[in-house]
């Protein structure tokens, strides 16, 4: 079935059954993967902030493996990139943003083989690309700094930690990659040749909430948010006690953890507020924009509704 379709589809599936008995909200289900800006979620997990009887992290292979379960009501919650927010949404997927997680100022990165020196370089080369919106954009984003595009490469289809072992078979001369596994593929041996800090503002990270959550699950949501800057706060008045829990997930040393989260830009409570609530002038033009640059790259076919594109209610209140 093509992804659309089935984006499509699976939002009009049934969810009934989802309901729990009259007076308990039944189990929230939060899909993610591992990705430097989505750790302090399960950080909270590690710190024992989250219920675990009415909130459930379940560990996704991929963004896009997330959205197809956001898409079949097999979760409620999912941690997405703003572009495949708006795939889903294109898709006719019921879902608002209701956390910010963080923008890219260079966790995405273009990371290749030594002796590729340059992105001209890449021309005929088999690149690594996860098959999601955002690995599209930031495929298209850096071979346009060059004047390539995405034709003039070759491109292998990897998911997440599929990328090293690509790399490592030689299957792959460069791949598109983000945090822990860019660090992990530069431990092999790949060297760094463009990222996300050249187009601020294009990688966003996201928490999509299904409207059915937001209407039948709001404490749990409430819990959720609150839990997460709770272990926001952990991060940032020890970072050393949060670095070495978050490591042996993010498959990096403690020193290794703290310089991957040099490359994103995690968005405060405050910042949240800011970019929530009506009129929530930052994440509407952060998202016209990526949505307009989406359909120019035929990525959808339109831009799609994007009023009532968040919501603030689950958020704690502000400082």
């Known amino acids: ?33 591992t990705w430097v800006g989505y750790e302090p979620l399960f950080l909270a997990r590690e ?27 097999e979760v409620e919650v999912a941690t997405l990139t703003l572009d495949e927010f708006i795939l889903a949404r ?42 999601t919106a955002a690995g599209a ?7 346009e700094a060059t004047g390539l595009t995405p034709e003039d ?11 090293l072992s690509a790399y490592q ?18 431990a092999l041996g790949a060297t760094r040749l463009h990222d996300s800090s050249a187009f601020p503002g294009l990688i966003v990270d996201v928490l999509a909430v299904s409207d059915h ?13 609150t839990a997460y800057f709770e272990s926001l706060a952990v991060i940032q008045s020890s970072p050393g006690r949060a670095h070495r829990l978050m490591a042996p997930r993010l498959g990096l040393t403690v020193e290794g953890t703290a310089l991957a989260y040099e490359g994103i830009a995690l968005l405060s409570l405050a910042d949240n507020h800011a970019w929530l609530k009506p009129p929530a002038t930052p994440l509407r033009e952060a998202a016209i924009t990526v949505a307009e640059i989406m359909q120019s790259n035929a990525l959808i076919e339109q831009v799609p509704d994007l009023s009532n594109l968040a919501t603030a209610g689950f958020l704690p209140e502000g400082p």
């Open 153 to 163: 490469v070759i491109r292998v289809p990897v998911i997440g930690s599929g990328q």
């Open 90 to 131: 294109a898709g006719g997927i019921p879902v608002r943003i209701a956390l910010v997680f963080d923008t890219s100022q260079g966790a995405d990165v273009v990371m290749a083989r030594p002796g590729i020196d340059r992105l001209e370089d890449l021309a005929g080369r088999r690149i690594g690309v996860e098959e």
């Open 47 to 73: 710190l024992d902030l989250l219920p675990p009887d009415r909130i459930r992290l379940i560990e996704s292979p991929s963004n896009t493996n997330s959205l197809m379960q956001l898409a079949s009501g």
């Open 213 to 225: 959550a937001v209407n039948h699950q709001p404490r749990a949501l409430t819990d959720l948010l």
């Open 169 to 186: 078979e030689g299957a792959i001369d460069a791949v598109i990659s983000y945090e822990p596994f860019a660090s992990r593929l530069a």
């Open 137 to 143: 954009l930031m495929l298209r984003k850096s071979l």
């Open 1 to 33: 079935m093509e992804r659309r379709q089935f984006l499509v589809t699976g939002a009009l599936a049934p969810l009934a059954a989802l309901l729990g008995c009259e007076g308990r909200e039944p189990l929230l289900r939060v899909s993610g993967i």
